[in-house]
C-alpha cells in the first residue's frame, strides 16, 4: 500500500489506543475532535499518482490529474467525482462562515474548478511529508484559495452558495472577445 491511503489506518490505530487508555466514564478527547475523515481515491487516480512516482527523469511527464485541462476522457468522471467529496470535506471540515463555503455550483465555475483540484492534490502530497512544514503551507494556499474563490464569485456568491446559479457577469466581454478575434481572424485570411 502506498502512502496516498496508509494515513487513516495509522490515525484509526492511535485512536484505539487513546480509547483503550481513557478511563471509563470520561469522554474521550479524540473522540471529541470532530473531523470528518479523508475521501479515498478511486482506483484510476491512485494509479496516476503512482505513475508519477516511478516516473524516470528521462521520461515524458505522465499525466498530472490536478492539471484539469489535460485530463484523458477516462479520468475525468473518477477525478471530478473525487474533486467533489473533497469539496463536501473542505466545508465539512474548513468552512464556519459563509465566505468559505465551496458552493454546489462549483463544476459550472472554471475558476473553483481548477483551484480546486490544485488544492486538493496539494493536500494529499503535502501531507505525505515527514515534517509539518508542508501541511502548514498548504493552509496558507487554503486561506489564498478562498480569497480567490471569493473575489471570482464576487456579488453572486451568496446566490451560488444558495443553489442559485447564475450567469458568468463576465459572459458579454467574454463573447465580445470571442467575436472580435473571430472577426480579426477572418479579416486575416481574406487579405
Ligand atoms: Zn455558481
Redesign the pocket.
Known sequence: MTGYSGGMTALSEATSIQDTATPPGRTSIVRAIDVPEWPDLPELVLELLQDIESERDDEPAGVRPWDLAHLPEEAREPVGQWLHDVARWLNRSYAWQAETVI?P??P??PHIALDLAVIAFGRLLSYQSATTTHPARWHDDLQAFYHRTSLA?GT?AS??RAGR??TRPAAVDIATYEHLTEQGRATRSTR
Open positions: 458552493p455550483c462549483w459550472q465555475h464569485l453572486g446566490d451560488c446559479h447564475e
